[in-house]
């Protein structure tokens, strides 16, 4: 069974860090592109950044270009969203999700880690 | 970026109705879209990718169309367990980019 269980998540004050991690079993990690996407509060779902299966191209919305970075750890089948310079407006459920056939299709989905960014 | 136009945000429907949701692309997206069912306290599901092709393991009262801008989620004969909010996404470019969402309730 394909499973993905976001971790790392929590309160943190504007302009500070954060790393969350995604822990993937049941599928061989190592073959996937994988995603993180974000949904703020009452709000809808928002793509947030994809890495190739290999860890060699990253893509990022404009939003958070410059501020997160996404990266995988193959060996631990575990992916990664560092997060900094973090503001309000960074608030939300984030998600990871694994992409199907290398494309933009996402086929399987965590729960989510909730970021709240406040002072 | 590709802005996703979906409606009707909510939807209020019986069981055993059947529903349409629509989802327009700003531009061409060939058929480089997928549908998407959110529940409450369970991990967002993959219905329909490529436009009209079922994911594995989708029930077949679910049906998509179209193609270029103009899309269409159709669910047959609604059983309780449909009831749910329902994204579309584009993936023909990045930024992918989702639907607001359509809420199906209960009538």
């Known amino acids: 069974e394909v499973q993905l269980v976001e971790s790392g998540g929590g309160l943190v004050q504007p302009g500070r860090s954060m790393k969350l991690s995604c822990a993937a079993s049941?599928?061989?990690?190592?073959?996937?592109?994988m995603a993180w996407v974000c949904q703020a509060p009452k709000k809808g779902l928002e793509w947030v950044a994809t890495i190739s299966y290999d860890g060699s191209s990253t893509y990022y919305r404009d939003s958070v270009k410059g501020r997160f970075t996404i990266s995988r750890d193959n060996a631990k089948s575990t992916l990664y969203l560092q997060m900094d310079s973090l503001r309000s407006e960074d608030t939300a459920t984030y998600y990871c999700a694994r992409h199907a056939w290398y494309t933009g299709v996402m086929d399987a989905w965590g729960q989510g880690a909730s970021v709240t960014v406040s002072s | 970026d590709v802005q996703m136009t979906q409606s009707p945000s909510y939807l209020a429907a019986s069981p055993g109705e059947s529903v349409s949701i629509s989802c327009k692309a700003s531009k061409s997206i060939s058929n480089n879209l997928a549908w998407y069912q959110e529940k409450p306290g369970k991990a967002n599901k993959l219905l329909i990718h490529?436009?009209?092709t079922l994911q594995s393991g989708t029930p077949s009262r679910f049906s998509g169309s179209g193609s270029g801008t103009d899309f269409t989620l159709t669910i047959r004969s609604l059983e309780s367990e449909d009831f749910a909010v329902y994204y579309c996404?584009?993936?023909?470019?990045?930024?992918?980019?989702f639907g607001a969402g359509t809420k199906l309730e209960l009538k």
């Open positions: 490529s436009g009209s």
């Open positions: 049941g599928f061989t990690f190592n073959n996937y592109d």
């Open positions: 996404q584009q993936y023909n470019e990045y930024p992918y980019t």
